[in-house]
């Protein structure tokens, strides 16, 4: 009977990182949705991470209600990114 190892054994060779994985920050963009109501998540500033839904779109700025507290804050166009993921988490 073979013994058995504590650990898995290492891969021989590292998988190659996909493409996206090595953008920069300056080369990526976030996306804002057109449509009013679409979620979205903050990316930058105090409310980062936060959940929110879009309201008003003007310029290079928006207005977003947080999912949190209902709250509705005016952020810049890019301090928000299009959000997919589920809401309620």
Do not use: N, W
Not at 22 to 47: D, R
Not at 72 to 78: A, F, H, P, T
């Amino acid at each position: 009977m073979l013994p058995l190892l504590a650990e898995p054994p290492q891969p021989l060779i590292t998988p190659p990182r996909p493409p996206f994985a090595q953008a920069g920050q300056a080369q990526l963009e976030t996306v804002v949705p057109k449509e009013l109501g679409a979620a979205v998540l903050v990316v930058e500033g105090p409310l980062r991470g936060h959940k929110a839904r879009l309201h008003a779109k003007s310029g290079e700025a928006c207005a977003v209600q947080l999912e949190a507290d209902l709250s509705v804050q005016r952020l810049l166009l890019d301090e928000v990114a299009m959000y997919v993921g589920p809401m309620d988490e």
